[in-house]
């Protein structure tokens, strides 16, 4: 609260910092891959002046750039982005209140805020704080609107193994019904793919995809596609 950064002890922002770390290595350290970007957005919960929040926003933005400088110190400072920061508002407030609408006295908080926006529009600060819970809203809602969002953009410049082409077969909708694999990862499939029915459907996904000349100009019906098709 008030402040940019948060404490790298704290178990719950450890294990995030790890997630990030252990999602993002294998792009990092695959000589493969490339992250183009790295897009930051802090945010602000409501209470204070609009200038302290909007200054929060930046230093949270600030400080998570830090954290992940030091995790993947090769990445260049050209491919972060800070994006606009946000302050989240006090319907904001009203919206984490009925996230947890078993709680019946959160449903009564999220309605008493709700009819003080409702009247007195953005001067409500002052209102909600003279509230007899506000403090249970200041202790348990309000941190989860001081946070940072941060987006990276990968590309991995290789050819899927036939094992993995084969995972996402297994667990991916988008392969088992042709929509989402494109040129060779068909050849993979048709290959292993001992169903019928189910390379009956990967063959009509294929010829209906057709497949470029080289240099992309000339669509044209797969051949392959066919012959799997008519067998």
Same mark, same amino acid.
């Given at each position: 609260?008030?402040?940019?950064? @948060? #404490?790298?002890? %704290? ?12 999602? *993002?290595?294998? @792009?990092?350290? %695959? ?6 970007? !790295? ?5 602000? &919960? ?9 200054? /929060? ?6 400080f998570i750039q830090g954290i992940i400088e030091n995790l ?19 319907? #904001?407030? *009203?919206?984490? /209140? ?8 959160? +449903?009564?908080? $999220?309605?008493? +805020? ?17 509230? &007899?819970?506000?403090?249970? +809203? #200041?202790?348990? +809602? ?7 969002? @941060?987006? @990276? ?39 292993? !793919? ?7 459907? /990967? $063959?009509? $996904? ?6 470029? %000349?080289?240099?992309?100009? #000339? ?9 799997? /098709? $008519?067998?």
């Open positions: 609260k008030g402040k940019g950064e @948060f #404490d790298t002890t %704290d178990s719950l922002n450890s294990l995030q910092i790890k997630s990030l770390e252990s999602t *993002v290595l294998p @792009f990092y350290t %695959d000589m493969d891959a490339i992250i183009h970007s !790295v897009s930051i957005k802090g945010y602000a &919960s409501p209470e204070g002046s609009v200038n302290t929040n909007l200054r /929060l926003c930046r230093e949270r933005s600030q993947f110190p090769q990445l260049s400072r050209s491919v972060f982005r800070v994006e606009q920061p946000e302050v989240a508002s006090w319907a #904001d407030v *009203v919206i984490e /209140l009925r996230k947890d609408s078993l709680l019946p006295s959160h +449903i009564e908080m $999220a309605d008493e +805020i709700e009819q003080l926006i409702s009247k007195y529009g953005n001067n409500v600060y002052g209102r909600i704080r003279a509230l &007899s819970y506000y403090k249970y +809203i #200041d202790e348990n +809602i309000l941190p989860r609107l001081r946070k940072v969002d @941060f987006t @990276f953009e990968t590309e991995t410049n290789r050819v899927r193994s036939a094992e993995e082409i084969m995972k996402l077969y297994q667990t991916d909708a988008g392969y088992r019904d042709g929509s989402k694999p494109m040129g060779y990862e068909f050849y993979e499939l048709f290959r292993r !793919v001992k169903n019928y029915q189910e390379l009956e459907v /990967l $063959a009509k $996904a294929a010829l209906k995809k057709g497949i470029r %000349d080289e240099g992309g100009r #000339d669509k044209r019906k797969w051949a392959y596609a066919s012959y799997v /098709l $008519a067998q």
